[in-house]
């Protein structure tokens, strides 16, 4: 039976309330991205940065999922193979809508990273500087999150689930952030359909066999619903 491979972004989650970053009025539009998604940004000011996550984060917190989330969550349920969530997120609501496995690959807002002993935990609702780190000590407390310049997390167990994809879906991102960007060519080299759902046609819509336009709450749930019935 056919593995499905999905990859999200931010809008999956725009319709619980979470910005997205390229829209009209969206994060990039309001915060310079060396400045707060840099680890340049964070050594020249740590405060700024972690302004920017604190608000994130609690944000994240207070926000549901949606159709969109609950949908792909009754997809892995119902579906009898394979159904992998990458998400570009690094809000939970994958997970809070029932969701298994999701992959970040580029961390979550949960998360905590030391800088100096690269040990993890999970986040405080707000995190200050010079916080220091549980295990080595150092006041070196950053962001569990992938910054520009910095390597995507599990890309080899990304890579292979694409080689194993007979369906891929791309769903509420813009299609201009690498390697994401380019997991559709993954796919189709491994012989699967490709799909993209998205409010508007992305960068990349032109490499996908198929383009279904909507807002994520109407057009997933219609997906998830044509391809259960397609078995
Ligand atoms: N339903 C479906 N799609 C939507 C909706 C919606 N309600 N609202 C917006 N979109 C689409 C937009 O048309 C856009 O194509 O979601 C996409 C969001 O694109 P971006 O804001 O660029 O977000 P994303 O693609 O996730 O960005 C990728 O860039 O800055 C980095 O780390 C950041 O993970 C992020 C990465």
Same mark, same amino acid.
Request: hydrophobic share 45%; aromatic share 6%.
């Given at each position: ?58 944000? %994240? ?5 949606? @159709?969109?989330?609950?949908?792909? *969550? $009754?997809?892995?349920?119902? &579906?009898?193979? !394979? ?44 995190? %200050? ?5 549980? @295990?080595?000590?150092?006041?070196? *407390? $950053?962001?569990?999150?992938? &910054?520009?310049? !910095? ?66 709450? !109407? ?13």
């Amino acid at each position: 039976m056919e593995k499905i491979v999905i990859l999200t972004g931010a809008g999956i989650s725009a319709e619980s309330g979470l910005g997205t970053f390229r829209d009209e009025g969206g994060l990039w539009a309001q915060h310079r991205i060396e400045d707060v998604a840099t680890p340049e940004g964070f050594a020249r000011d740590p405060a700024l940065v972690h302004r920017f996550y604190n608000a994130r984060r609690v944000q %994240a917190a207070e926000a549901q999922p949606n @159709a969109a989330h609950d949908a792909l *969550a $009754r997809l892995q349920r119902d &579906w009898p193979s !394979e159904v992998v969530i990458i998400t570009q997120n690094v809000d939970n609501l994958h997970e809070a809508g029932g969701a298994q496995g999701v992959i970040h690959m580029h961390g979550t807002l949960a998360g905590a990273l030391c800088a100096a002993c690269g040990h993890r935990w999970t986040a405080p609702p707000e995190m %200050a500087v010079g916080e220091p780190c549980p @295990a080595c000590a150092a006041p070196t *407390a $950053r962001p569990d999150v992938v &910054w520009f310049g !910095e390597m995507p997390y599990h890309m080899d167990a990304i890579y292979d689930h694409l080689a194993g994809a007979s369906i891929f879906a791309a769903i509420g991102t813009s299609g201009q952030v690498y390697p994401a960007a380019a997991f559709v060519h993954e796919a189709m080299m491994s012989g699967a359909r490709t799909v993209e759902l998205n409010l508007e046609p992305s960068t990349g819509a032109s490499s996908f066999d198929e383009v279904i336009l909507g807002p994520a709450t !109407e057009a997933v749930p219609r997906w998830v619903d044509q391809i259960l019935s397609s078995q």
